[in-house]
């Protein structure tokens, strides 16, 4: 969502440290990249492959499975 533009978020409070930490191991210009390609995609497991080599690297351990 911020990759779209959105600089307000809503979520449940214990979701904001998880949300926190993912937003500072990115920069906003690879979000706007990734927010581009997803965009375009067809299905829900491009969007999830897009998202994965974009930023799977500095996610992985706050990513649920």
Do not use: N, Y
Request: net charge negative; with cysteine.
């Amino acid at each position: 969502l911020v990759g779209l533009g959105f600089s307000s978020l809503s979520m449940e409070p214990a979701a904001i440290p998880r949300v926190k930490e993912s937003l500072a191991r990115v920069d906003l210009a690879e979000t706007i990249r990734a927010s581009t390609e997803a965009i375009q995609c067809g299905s829900s497991e491009e969007v999830e492959a897009i998202f994965m080599d974009h930023f799977g690297d500095r996610l992985a351990d706050l990513i649920e499975r």
